[in-house]
């Protein structure tokens, strides 16, 4: 099955700098890498997602990157705001409407004033 | 639309007593999903549903866990008996045809 690895556990960053976090999957077949937001004691919601014919997304101070090849991919913030502090999750699945998908064991990011 | 609707949002019962947790997907969603979620093991897929037919239960952890789906709008998932590391938040999650998966807000249950 699917493997999905994700780093850094933790990361802080200082209000206005940029943060990435990035992850790895085993299965060449995976085709959609979704990235989800969780707030604390809240559901994970989400905020982007990326597809493999395609190689970049963005969405205003957040884009996604793809690198098929090296079956990688990561979540770029830019300038980093406090309500940004979340722990976020990546994910990997395959197949047109799988239903298996895959998530990444999260990383905290804390955005400090 | 009120999205993914779960109950309890928290439960604290006794280790030995049954637990019965409640989802509501989001209207028209024909696949249903359970996770759990906890620190050492992050978010784990329990039990899929697809137009209300089990169809991958290999995450459900042993014969204690049992969930069903008795029609489009209602899920349940139960645990009994209960024992202390059962405790965790329990996602309902939905969607329709494609990939993005909706969550509900979660039921927090400790079993002490």
């Known amino acids: 099955g699917e493997n999905v690895e994700q780093h850094p556990s933790t990361l802080s960053v200082q209000e206005g700098d940029s943060a990435v976090i990035k992850c790895t999957y085993s299965?060449?077949?995976?085709?959609?890498f979704p990235w989800y937001k969780q707030e604390l004691g809240k559901r994970p919601q989400l905020i982007i997602d990326i597809r493999s014919n395609v190689g970049e997304k963005k969405d205003q101070r957040i884009a996604v990157t793809l690198n098929k090849t090296a079956k990688h991919f990561s979540l770029h913030i830019t300038e980093t705001q406090p309500e940004d502090s979340a722990v976020y999750f990546c994910a990997a699945s395959y197949g047109a409407g799988s239903y298996q998908l895959t998530f990444g064991k999260g990383t905290k990011l804390s955005v400090i004033p | 639309d009120a999205g993914v609707i779960q109950s309890p949002r928290h439960e604290v019962t006794e280790m030995g007593q049954e637990v019965t947790l409640r989802c509501k997907p989001i209207s028209g969603h024909n696949s249903l999903f359970w996770y759990r979620q906890t620190m050492m093991r992050g978010l784990e897929l329990l039990i899929y549903?697809?137009?209300?037919?089990?169809?991958?239960d290999s995450g459900m952890p042993e014969d204690r866990f049992s969930a069903k789906m008795p029609n489009a709008s209602f899920s349940t998932l139960k645990i009994q008996p209960s024992e202390p590391r059962d405790s965790a938040v329990y996602f309902c999650a939905s969607k329709i045809s494609g990939n993005t998966i909706y969550f509900g807000e979660g039921s927090w249950l400790t079993v002490v």
């Open positions: 299965d060449s077949a995976s085709n959609y």
């Open positions: 549903f697809n137009n209300n037919v089990p169809i991958d």
